[in-house]
C-alpha cells in the first residue's frame, strides 16, 4: 500500500501558473504508474494526465495539452504537475492517483487507480 499527499494548489490569477506535487510513502514508488486527476465543483472526476512507471511514457487529456505536463522523480518518490497559463475552467481539487501497472503502461480511468491521495485546490480567478 502506497500512501499519497498532494501539495502546490491554492489561488492564483487567470494566466498564472502552479506547480503541483505528490509525495509517495514507502520504497515501491517505481511500481506504479501515476496518474493526476480532478474534480470541479459540481462534477465527476476527470482525468488530467498520467505517466509510466518509468517516466518515459506520458499522456495529457485535450484539454490541458501543451499547458499542462506531467513528470516524476523515482529517486525522490514524487510526481508533478506543472500548470502554466491556467483559466477559471482549471479550478478544481487536484488529485493524484497510483495504481500496478506493466513499466511503460499509462492509464487514465479513475476506476483502474487503487490508491489516491486527499487533493490539493487550486483556485483560477479571472
Known amino acids: 500500500q502506497v500512501r499519497l499527499v498532494e501539495s502546490g494548489g491554492g489561488l492564483v490569477q487567470a494566466g498564472g501558473s502552479l506547480r503541483l506535487s505528490c509525495a509517495a510513502s514507502g520504497n515501491t514508488f517505481r511500481t506504479y504508474n501515476m496518474g493526476w486527476f480532478r474534480q470541479r465543483p459540481g462534477k465527476g472526476r476527470e482525468f488530467v494526465a498520467t505517466i509510466s512507471r518509468g517516466g518515459t511514457n506520458t499522456f495529457h487529456s485535450y484539454s490541458v495539452r501543451g499547458r499542462f505536463t506531467v513528470s516524476r522523480g523515482n529517486d525522490k518518490n514524487t510526481v508533478d504537475l506543472k500548470m502554466n497559463n491556467l483559466q477559471p475552467k482549471a479550478t478544481a481539487v487536484y488529485y493524484c492517483?497510483?495504481?500496478?501497472?506493466?513499466?511503460?503502461?499509462?492509464?487514465?480511468?479513475?476506476?483502474?487507480?487503487?490508491?489516491w491521495g486527499r487533493g490539493t485546490q487550486v483556485i483560477v480567478s479571472s
Open positions: 492517483a497510483a495504481r500496478h501497472a506493466p513499466l511503460a503502461a499509462i492509464g487514465g480511468v479513475v476506476s483502474e487507480y487503487e490508491y
